[in-house]
T-cell receptor, first 113, second 115 residues
């Protein structure tokens, strides 16, 4: 089945540690996105990549980093510089640059204590 | 900058009743418009989309939405709600002709369905 995989579903870390969230897609989509979701805030764009080896900051990129070495993979690292990292993180993809229709993974809930 | 407003944070309806969820956007050009649904702890599922043409669009699960340019609105409707429709609904807007191809999401409307 084609789709987007995010792992793990739940992730727990101690404050001060970096943590990497996985996002893999087998849809052969060119573009991938990372969003953060907090209660009552909707979705906020962290980073996006429209092609391999290229990515752009979204609206709330501070304290996060990404890489796009392969078309299928777009990992997100939450660094210790992120002030409030506890949130629900969603990965999405779209078929090509210029396509607004995005498909979402199941999400990863990160809790930092 | 474009923005999306979903005026209702929480709506409660009885099973079998009709439903309308409101979405307003602010942007001068014709946008690309989407409605997504999210069950608790899950990702978002695309319900329907509007790019151009007929302003009344049909989606999955019996939902429809109507684009009204004069009101900058894209309201989601369903004639008879089922208990399984209880979820959070998000409206999203993309700028046509833009270079960054990002979506802007509303803050969502939580739907509760009473038996």
């Amino acid at each position: 089945d084609g789709g987007i995989t995010q792992s793990p579903k739940y992730l727990f870390r101690k404050e001060g540690q970096n943590v990497t969230l996985s996002c893999e897609q087998n849809l052969n989509h060119d573009a991938m996105y990372w969003y953060r979701q907090d209660p009552g805030q909707g979705l906020r764009l962290i980073y996006y990549s429209q092609i391999v080896n290229d990515f752009q900051k979204g609206d709330i990129a501070e304290g996060y980093s990404v890489s796009r070495e392969k078309k299928e993979s777009f990992p997100l690292t939450v660094t210790s510089a992120q002030k409030n990292p506890t949130a629900f993180y969603l990965c999405a993809s779209s078929i090509k640059r210029g396509s607004y229709e995005q498909y979402f993974g199941p999400g990863t809930r990160l809790t930092v204590t | 900058a474009q923005s999306v407003t979903q005026p209702d944070i929480h709506i409660t309806v009885s099973e079998g009743a009709s439903l309308e969820l409101r979405c307003n956007y602010s942007y001068g050009a014709t946008p690309y418009l989407f409605w997504y649904v999210q069950s608790p702890g899950q990702g978002l599922q695309l319900l329907l989309k509007y790019f151009s043409g007929d302003t009344l669009v049909q989606g999955i699960k019996g939902f429809e939405a109507e684009f009204k340019r004069s009101q900058s609105s894209f309201n989601l409707r369903k004639p008879s709600v089922h208990w399984s429709d209880a979820a959070e609904y998000f409206c999203a807007v993309g700028i046509s002709g833009g270079s960054n191809y990002k979506l802007t999401f509303g803050k969502g409307t939580l739907l509760t369905v009473n038996p």
